[in-house]
């Protein structure tokens, strides 16, 4: 009798400081956010605008490619060597022109984007704060969770709440 009371008063002394010490956790899904905070501002048609003239230009050269590969294909029997030669330069040159355009193109994409997703996260850690401060959280999660209960998963308040924030 004495053992178990000892066990019991044992388990009392530890179950009740963590009691004492429960914590608030809540789940926020940022991918959710993030394309929801680009549907906001807007984002695709910033970049469908930005990159449309570049767009146009690597599409003229891929034009350009097809008509110089298919003239070479369909008269490089008839050809002179020399003329030939030049078709293949025109051929590669044409080409690097292409790579140049495209990987400019992309670097400036990554940039653009990587500009919105460091405002997007300021934004966000600001808002997430507030929200932790405001409801008591002790601990908010993003959604790389297993399982998280419904209630714990603040995705929509934050979501209303950066959607005030960004307009």
């Given amino acids: 009798m004495k053992k178990l009371v000892t066990k ?3 388990v009392g002394m530890l179950i009740g400081p963590s009691a004492a010490f429960a ?3 809540a789940v926020v899904n940022i991918n959710l956010l993030l394309s929801e905070y680009a549907e906001t501002k807007g984002l695709n048609k910033m970049l ?3 990159f449309e003239k570049p767009k146009a230009e690597v599409e003229e050269l891929v034009e350009a490619i097809k008509k110089i590969e298919k ?3 369909t008269n490089e029997l008839l050809l002179t060597e ?3 030669t030049m078709l293949k330069k ?3 040159k044409t080409m690097q022109q292409y790579r140049i355009k495209v990987g400019s193109m ?3 994409f990554k940039e653009m984007r ?3 997703v460091t405002k997007f996260r300021k934004i966000l850690y600001k808002i997430i704060k507030t929200f932790a401060a405001e409801k008591k959280f002790d601990l908010i999660l993003n959604e790389g969770v297993v399982f998280v209960a419904d209630e714990l998963n603040v995705t929509k308040q934050i979501s209303e709440r950066l959607k005030k924030e960004v307009k």
């Fill in 114 to 116: 990587t500009k919105e």
């Fill in 23 to 25: 914590q608030k956790i």
């Fill in 8 to 10: 019991l008063l044992l």
């Fill in 90 to 92: 025109k051929l590669n």
């Fill in 106 to 108: 992309e670097k400036e």
């Fill in 48 to 50: 469908d605008t930005h």
């Fill in 82 to 84: 020399v003329k030939l």
């Fill in 71 to 73: 003239e070479i294909k």
